[in-house]
C-alpha cells in the first residue's frame, strides 16, 4: 500500500469511528495531509489515544508523514479509550474542508 493510500485509509477509519457513514473518495493531494495533521492536532487536544503522534516537522503534515505516524495501531485504540466524543466533533468538522481540498479547492 502506497502512502496516499495509508492516507486514505486513515480519513476513512476516522470516519468510520466518527459514524460517518461515507468513505473519503477525493484526491489524496498536500492539503488533505494538511489538513488531516490538523485534524490529529485538535484530536490530540481531547483524546488520549492520539497523545503519542509526533507533531509534523516544518509545521504542516505531508503525505509521507501521515502515512508514517498514524497507523492501524492508533485507530485501533479508539475503540478501546474513554469517551470520545470530542474527537467525534473534531472529525465531523473537518470532513467537509477535507471534501473540498480533495477537489483542488
Do not use: H
Request: positive net charge; proline residues 4%.
Amino acid at each position: 500500500m502506497n502512502d496516499k493510500e495509508k492516507v486514505r485509509q486513515v480519513i476513512n477509519s476516522l470516519y468510520n469511528f466518527s459514524g460517518i457513514q461515507s468513505k473519503y473518495t477525493g484526491d489524496i493531494n498536500p492539503k488533505v495531509a494538511e489538513l488531516v495533521g490538523q485534524l490529529l492536532k485538535e484530536i490530540n487536544t481531547c483524546s488520549t489515544a492520539f497523545s503519542w503522534v509526533p507533531r509534523p516537522t516544518g509545521g504542516k503534515a505531508t503525505i509521507a508523514w501521515v502515512a508514517q505516524n498514524v497507523g492501524k495501531s492508533v485507530l485501533a485504540q479508539l475503540s478501546e479509550k474513554q469517551s470520545l466524543s470530542c474527537a467525534r466533533v473534531r472529525v465531523g468538522q473537518f470532513q467537509r474542508p477535507l471534501q473540498l481540498a480533495g477537489l483542488g479547492i
